[in-house]
């Protein structure tokens, strides 16, 4: 199978909107409550962390999947598995099946996890931390994605030839985290910003 079908392959994947979907299943359309954003954080406000827990793990998968499989072909380079990965967050955040995507924080995880079992435990936990700490999801996106090409340049070796390409793909990801959240980084300077409340019970 070919990079370039593969390409499709993970933008076809990357745009399955699984937490719509689930919260179809609760019977409310997630983009026309809460902030209208079908990724996890809003399903988790309107059905409850069991459910958010759910989309997010989803979310995370299939980004890890179609990078895994691509990463197992025969004659696969790590920078065409980079590219793949990257597509599959697009498709996240430009879907073909809908017309708003989430906003690509747990596919990149998944993506992420190929790469770099540890960038993505470090960022996992920056996430955890903050999320406790601040209850703003928000910021610990943010704060998780900036951690992820500072883990890379810690670790060292981050600009060698093994490694170049995830270095690079962490900048991205921190860039792509940004540009999604530009409107959250918004209300967070003015006070804002929306907290969650994990403690909330799913029916």
Known sequence: MTFAIFL???????????????????????????SGNSGATNLTRVAG??????????DAVKGLVVVSIFWNTPNAQLWQAVVVGLVAVIAHVFPIYTKKGGKGVATSGG?????????????????????????????????????????????????????IYITIFAFVLFMVIVFTHRENISRLKKGQENKINLKRKSA
């Open 111 to 163: 993506v992420f996890l190929v790469f770099s079992f540890w960038g993505f435990l470090g960022a996992l936990a920056v996430w955890l931390i903050v999320v406790g700490k601040t209850q703003y999801v928000s910021l610990g996106s943010v704060l998780a994605a900036a951690s992820l090409p500072v883990i890379q340049l810690i670790r060292g070796n981050a600009w060698s030839e093994e490694n």
């Open 49 to 58: 962390p069991i459910y958010g827990l759910v989309g997010y793990i989803l």
């Open 8 to 34: 499709v392959i993970a933008y076809l994947i990357g745009s399955i909107p699984f937490c719509l979907l689930l919260g179809k299943l609760k019977g409310v359309d997630i983009r026309r409550v809460g």
